[in-house]
């Protein structure tokens, strides 16, 4: 059996299904470190981290901001079950940057009460939409 040439990916959160496009790579943020995918991969099953993931169609990269979730690899198809996933152009710039002083904020005056890992994901999360819109406006 011949390997596939292309990959199918999709992109599925609680609120909508974002993506099923034909791919040539994929790079994903899992819990234990990044995974690039190509046509052919072993299956696999793994828990996804807050991060940037990626995917080219031929020379053209495209990046999304991704949060937790499950990614599923087939030999011929990426499928992702993000809790949050947003494409670089539909990220909020001004709103990230207010997320990320005000988790800045709470993280440097900690009181007793203060839920740290709920800060620290937040400021995880601002900081990953701010790195990919960047991204998306220096065209990377």
Known sequence: MALPTKLTLEIVTPDRALLTEEVDEVQVPGSEGNLGILPGHTPLL?????GELWYRTGQ???????AFGFVEVRPDRVT???QVA????????????GARKR???????PVPEMDFDRARIAMMKS???LQ????ARTRI
């Open 86 to 97: 947003e494409r670089a152009g539909e990220i909020d710039v001004t709103r990230a940057e």
């Open 80 to 82: 992702i079950l993000a």
């Open 127 to 129: 900081l990953i939409r």
């Open 103 to 109: 988790a800045e904020e709470r993280m440097s005056r």
């Open 132 to 135: 990919v819109a960047n991204r």
């Open 60 to 66: 053209e990269r495209h990046f999304l901001a991704i």
């Open 46 to 50: 793994a828990t996804l981290k807050v």
